[in-house]
Structures are given as structure tokens and as C-alpha cells.
């Protein structure tokens, strides 16, 4: 009896989930003026596997619904918006590249809670500090593959280089990437971004490029935004129809920085007050006990 317990934890363990896509699109919000010139196909690159290892995909009961970044070894920021519902059960998989398929790099791990930006908010057309932290039920195995990317020292500037990952569409309508994509942009300043989105506050900001043909779409919401190793914004909307013609708004990672780490820190501080063994531990003892009892 005591091994077929400890086969059937080995089973939860170890059986591959089977994923499906479900991906959920950036907020579609209504720009304001004419686009700009340039109106291409969104667009992107296949990223070089697991050249980004802080890459996540935040999963809803099986379905791939959002990005996210590892920001240690057990937290994840994504989109508040993605994470929204509390009924759902959340995971996150991790040194994913090709997700249509088991790698033996992947890892997923159960989020044991959300925590949502307390000034999030969402109007019919305004976004505010969309962004979450997802703490995992375990601690990641680190490697070369899976690794966390850093928190901003500094805030995003005009014309800041980034690099945006993640599964999305390579056009409305059509079946999303399975494999990661990577794509070049850099950050406008809050006044040219307001001529598009007024609404805007210092919790979010722009990225455009003019000549690129690329922007984020369903599937890249939640995911990172990158500069040096350090995750600058959270992919948050876009305007309606994924138009590359217009810019593309994140949460400002450097913004919510001190929430961020307050919530890391309170939650571990909680955690080593108080730690409860897993359920295969108390098998494990449930049937020591039965076992040793009629001998007492």
C-alpha cells in the first residue's frame, strides 16, 4: 500500500500536462487622431531558443492564456487584467520556447496566489498600473534555461531601446505562433503618447516605432518588455485591431517597483512563519501511522 501511495504522488508529479491555446488579447482601446504612416501586418522574429529565460506563459486551467516574467525563484509579473478571475486555477510554465509540445526544459509550477496593483483599474477607456505578481506554489529549478530577469534601477526614457517576447498573433485572424518571437521597439514620451491615448497616467507608457511593421497582439499580453536584463514594462493594450500604426502601451515595471517588492517580501516573511507539508508528506505519515498503531 505504501508504494502504491507513493506512485500515485510520483503520477501527480510527473504526468505532462496537455496545454491547449486560448491566448487573450492586449486591451483594445479606440485611438484618438489618424494613424501614422507605415501600416503594415504585425510582425515579429522567432526568438533563438530559450535566449530568454525569464519568458513565462501564464496557463488557466490548461489553456495558455498570457505572458509573464520570472522575476525570482518564485514570482512572476503579468498583466493584472489576465489574472483577473480569483475562480480560476492559474500555473505558469516556464523554459518554454516551443509550447505546442512537452520540452524536457519546461516547468510548470501552480501559482499559489495572485496579487493584483491596488490602483489597477480598468474603465471602458482608461487602463491603470495593469499589472500583477504571481507567487508559485514551489520554487523554480534554476538553470541555463529558466532564470529571472532583474527589477529597473531606473525608469523608462524616450527613445529606451526594448525587446518584447512572447507567443502572439502574427495577424488578427490567424493561428498564433507556438514557438517564442522577439521584436525591436523603443519608448515615446508620455506627451506624444497622450495625443493617442489622453487617458494615459505615469503607471503606463508607449512604445512605436514608425517603420517597424511589428506590434503586440493576442498572446503577448502579460509578457515582458525588456532593457539590459531588467523587465521595464508588462504588455498591457493596444489600439483596436492591433494596428501597428498606432503605439502600444505597457505598465511601467519601474512604477510599481516598491509595490512589487513590498508584496515579494511580506509574502516570504509569511511563508517562513508558517509552512505546511505537502500532501504527499502527510500520506506518508497518515500511513506510518496506520501502520505502526496495531503495534502500540
Not at 514551489?138 to 532564470?147: E, G, L, Q, Y
Request: charged fraction near 15%; aromatic fraction near 10%; proline fraction near 7%.
Amino acid at each position: 500500500m505504501v508504494l502504491l501511495f507513493a506512485v500515485l504522488c510520483a503520477c501527480a508529479v510527473a504526468l505532462e500536462p496537455d496545454f491547449k491555446f486560448d491566448w487573450t488579447p492586449p486591451l483594445e482601446v479606440i485611438p484618438h487622431g489618424p494613424p501614422r504612416a507605415h501600416v503594415r501586418l504585425v510582425g515579429g522574429s522567432e526568438a533563438v531558443p530559450h535566449k530568454y529565460p525569464y519568458q513565462a506563459a501564464v496557463v488557466r486551467d490548461l489553456y495558455f492564456i498570457c505572458g509573464g516574467a520570472l522575476i525570482s525563484d518564485q514570482f512572476v509579473l503579468t498583466s493584472a487584467y489576465c489574472v483577473r478571475t480569483s475562480r480560476s486555477q492559474y500555473s505558469v510554465l516556464l523554459g518554454g520556447h516551443n509550447v505546442s509540445g512537452w520540452e524536457e526544459s519546461h516547468q510548470n509550477i501552480y501559482v499559489e496566489k495572485v496579487f493584483l496593483h491596488p490602483n489597477y483599474s480598468l474603465y471602458e477607456v482608461e487602463i491603470s498600473s495593469d499589472i500583477a505578481v504571481l507567487k508559485l506554489n514551489t520554487k523554480i529549478n534554476m538553470s541555463s534555461k529558466v532564470s529571472p530577469i532583474d527589477l529597473p534601477s531606473n525608469n523608462v526614457h524616450l527613445g529606451m531601446p526594448l525587446v518584447i517576447t512572447g507567443w502572439g498573433y502574427s495577424k488578427r485572424g490567424v493561428k498564433p505562433f507556438s514557438v517564442l518571437q522577439e521584436m525591436s521597439t523603443s519608448a515615446i514620451g508620455q506627451c506624444q503618447c497622450k495625443q493617442t491615448f489622453p487617458w494615459l497616467d505615469s503607471s503606463m507608457f508607449c512604445v512605436y516605432v514608425p517603420e517597424s511593421p511589428s506590434t503586440i497582439c493576442s498572446g503577448d499580453s502579460g509578457g515582458p518588455a525588456a532593457y539590459n536584463n531588467s523587465v521595464m514594462g508588462i504588455a498591457s493594450f493596444v489600439s483596436k485591431g492591433c494596428l501597428p500604426a498606432y503605439p502600444q502601451g505597457f505598465t511601467n515595471v519601474y512604477e510599481a517597483k516598491d509595490w512589487i517588492e513590498n508584496v515579494m517580501e511580506e509574502s516570504e516573511r509569511t511563508a517562513s512563519g508558517s509552512s505546511l507539508p505537502s500532501p504527499c508528506t502527510l500520506l506518508v505519515l497518515f500511513l506510518v501511522l496506520v501502520l505502526v498503531y496495531p503495534f502500540l
